[in-house]
T-cell receptor, first 113, second 116 residues
Framework: GAVVSQHPSRVICKSGTSVKIECRSLDFQATTMFWYRQFPKQSLMLMATSNEGSKATYEQGVEKDKFLINHASLTLSTLTVTSAHPEDSSFYIC?????????FGPGTRLTVL | AQKVTQAQTEISVVEKEDVTLDCVYETRDTTYYLFWYKQPPSGELVFLIRRNSFDEQNEISGRYSWNFQKSTSSFNFTITASQVVDSAVYFCALSEGSSNTGKLIFGQGTTLQVKP
């Protein structure tokens, strides 16, 4: 099956710093990638749809300027959490779309102190 | 509006028992896709099954089986002879075909605990 990687798997940072998370499709090209956020014991909430070569589409209530998404190539999308605060601490999961399937990365656990 | 409801928040069974996880969905589309994912404690989502709205055949894969009923908008998942390794959070999800965005709407998840 298709493989999606995320880096880093875990990050701890100080409040006010920016954190970049990478999502890569390793063995296929993905024009569309998705970013989800999952708080403890909750479901996955879609944050944005990342389209290669164009601007991301954000879900209602997600701040574009805080969660910057770049999808510069067919195998890489990045999510940058700018000026992170403790309430941004969460599990961030990306997925890459291939036809009707979504292949998920292993997730990145962000802890903001 | 599309919505996925997993009414069971937590289920606890003893090993070898059968268990059914419920999933009810809402959509106005005639073309849609339904999914089940498993999320073990490690956090990584494991794909279990995809069903399109035109295929109502039930499916069996080893100890797993799925019952898709359009009449009741349900897509239930049964684990037969449960094992401790089945302990995880299970998510049902829906993707609408008309929008062609591929966006997934997840249910709230059901935490399954299988005790030895």
């Amino acid at each position: 099956g298709a493989v999606v990687s995320q880096h880093p798997s875990r990050v701890i940072c100080k409040s006010g710093t920016s954190v970049k998370i990478e999502c890569r499709s390793l063995d296929f090209q993905a024009t569309t990638m998705f970013w989800y956020r999952q708080f403890p014991k909750q479901s996955l909430m879609l944050m944005a749809t990342s389209n290669e070569g164009s601007k991301a589409t954000y879900e209602q209530g997600v701040e574009k300027d805080k969660f910057l998404i770049n999808h510069a190539s067919l195998t890489l999308s990045t999510l940058t959490v700018t000026s992170a605060h403790p309430e941004d601490s969460s599990f961030y999961i990306c997925s890459a779309r291939q036809v009707y399937e979504q292949f998920f990365g292993p997730g990145t656990r962000l802890t903001v102190l | 509006a599309q919505k996925v409801t997993q009414a069971q928040t937590e289920i606890s069974v003893v090993e070898k028992e059968d268990v059914t996880l419920d999933c009810v969905y809402e959509t106005r589309d005639t073309t849609y896709y339904l999914f089940w994912y498993k999320q073990p404690p490690s956090g990584e989502l494991v794909f279990l099954i995809r069903r399109n709205s035109f295929d109502e055949q039930n499916e069996i894969s080893g100890r797993y089986s799925w019952n898709f009923q359009k009449s009741t908008s349900s897509f239930n998942f049964t684990i037969t002879a449960s094992q401790v390794v089945d302990s995880a959070v299970y998510f049902c999800a829906l993707s609408e075909g008309s929008s062609n965005t591929g966006k997934l709407i997840f249910g709230q998840g059901t935490t399954l605990q299988v005790k030895p």
